[in-house]
């Protein structure tokens, strides 16, 4: 069993940048993939960025060149950097971790409660 908690979110305004944290205990970390998902009011939750162990990743389109998943396996901690933000960014933030390599969510089998990022203009 995997406990994820996310943490970093808050209150920017458009062009800031945030870092969120997610960090896991139980289980083998680095064995893990790891994904960023998001949802915004009254959307679905999309996919924003996945890691492997070996630091291979994935990034939706809207975020590329914006946003950077990283990850610490000693830490047992994933980061997500997050830089020119805007106010579409605006979300509850997850934090998930999947037993291979994927972008879609129903995949993941271990998911954090979330952190709220608000993004204003």
């Known amino acids: 069993q995997v406990q994820l908690v996310e943490s970093g979110g808050g209150l920017v305004q458009a062009g800031g940048s945030l870092r969120l944290s997610c960090a896991a205990s139980g289980g083998t970390f680095s064995s893990y993939a790891m994904g960023w998902f998001r949802q915004a009011p009254e959307k679905g939750r999309d996919i924003v960025a996945v890691?492997?162990?070996?630091?291979?990743?994935y990034y939706a389109d809207s975020v590329k060149g914006r946003f950077t998943i990283s990850r610490d396996n000693a830490k047992k901690t994933v980061y997500l950097q997050m830089n020119s933000l805007k106010p579409e960014d605006t979300a509850v933030f997850y934090c998930a971790a999947a037993r291979s390599f994927t972008v879609l969510g129903r995949e993941f089998d271990y998911w954090g409660r979330g952190t709220q990022v608000t993004v204003s203009s």
């Open positions: 890691i492997n162990w070996s630091g291979t990743t």
